[in-house]
């Protein structure tokens, strides 16, 4: 009597695919994480204790696209100053900020003047604060950053066992 055990091995689809396919994944992800951070104003670094001012613009222009062609590099990007702000803050003691984005705001939030005070003045106002005692940054980018990563790995180990398994 004779017993053989057979075990073949199919080749799968291009590891480099795999990986590259599953870190622009990851990457979108990021993306939509950033984006769901700012409108629920929460970041690594603390809470906005609200949705972030004017998030629509800075949605918008929160991207996703690979940073070099044939590169498993991906860039996840915020590309307003709002985003910067948002991460970093804007330190007390600074040159006032331009009026226009404080207008911009201003209107969006739907702020009304004070009795006795002008939109003008109201702006004026804002941005005189802002000068004086800064905005705290909350870190979304950075948030997005910390809550997709860690689930990379399992990602891209969970897909090589579906493609052995198919194969």
């Known amino acids: 009597m004779r017993y053989a055990i057979e075990v073949t091995f199919r080749a799968i689809p291009d590891y480099r695919q795999i990986v590259s396919e599953e870190l622009w994944k990851a990457a ?3 993306q939509q994480q950033y984006q769901e951070n700012l409108e629920k104003g929460l970041g690594a670094e603390g809470s906005h204790g609200r949705p ?7 949605i918008a222009r929160t991207t996703c696209f690979p940073e070099l062609p044939g590169a498993d590099e991906y860039l996840v990007k915020g590309e307003t100053m709002q985003h910067v702000i948002a991460e970093y803050g804007r330190e007390p003691g ?3 900020p331009p009026p226009e984005p404080i207008e911009r705001w201003a209107r969006e939030a739907g702020l009304v003047p004070r009795e006795g005070e002008t939109f003008d003045d109201m702006i004026l106002n804002i941005r005189r604060h802002i000068a004086a005692h800064g905005l705290r940054g909350f870190a979304p980018g950075l ?7 860690p689930t990379v790995e399992e990602s891209i180990k969970a897909r090589f066992k579906r493609e052995l398994e198919e194969h």
């Open 94 to 96: 600074k040159r006032m």
């Open 143 to 149: 948030l997005a950053m910390q809550t997709v990563a």
């Open 52 to 58: 972030y001012v004017g998030t629509g613009e800075a």
């Open 28 to 30: 979108v992800r990021t």
